[in-house]
């Protein structure tokens, strides 16, 4: 976390400020002289003063996390100025979604394979053809779990079709 060469060389925010890197300087611990673009980018979407007062604010304990979400924030926001973290965010969560689907539309089509495999392996689902929802399609002689009731999907389960 401290950097122990800010006494030796100024810390990033004191080289990028031009100033004299004082031993109780509270970017010091967080903006190492080796990595000056971090604090660049802080400075120029927060500012140098505004970063100083949230430290000061904020309990020891806790300013690193704060400057790691300053840092990544800043950086988001000079890859796109207007929607910064929650672009990434937003894009990221409608990739979930997207993979949600795909993951449901291939249970259901495991379930739907299973169902097609339970009459030959299982005699009792061919005597319980009226119930648990299961409907019959004579044309293709394969089985489907009715969408309206998932009370017992394939006669046998007790998941809800889940």
Known sequence: ?????????????CKFLRRKCMPDCIFAPYFPPEEPQKFANVHKIFGA????KLLNEVHPHQREDAVNSLAYEAEARMKDPVYGCVGAISVLQRQVIRLQKELDATNADLIRYACNEMPAANPQFAR???QGGVSYDQ???????SPWNHDEPCGERGDGGV
């Open 1 to 13: 976390m401290a950097s122990s060469s800010y006494s030796n060389s100024p810390c990033a925010a």
């Open 49 to 52: 003063s505004n970063v100083s």
């Open 128 to 130: 319980r053809m009226g």
């Open 139 to 145: 044309s293709s002689g394969i089985y489907y779990p």
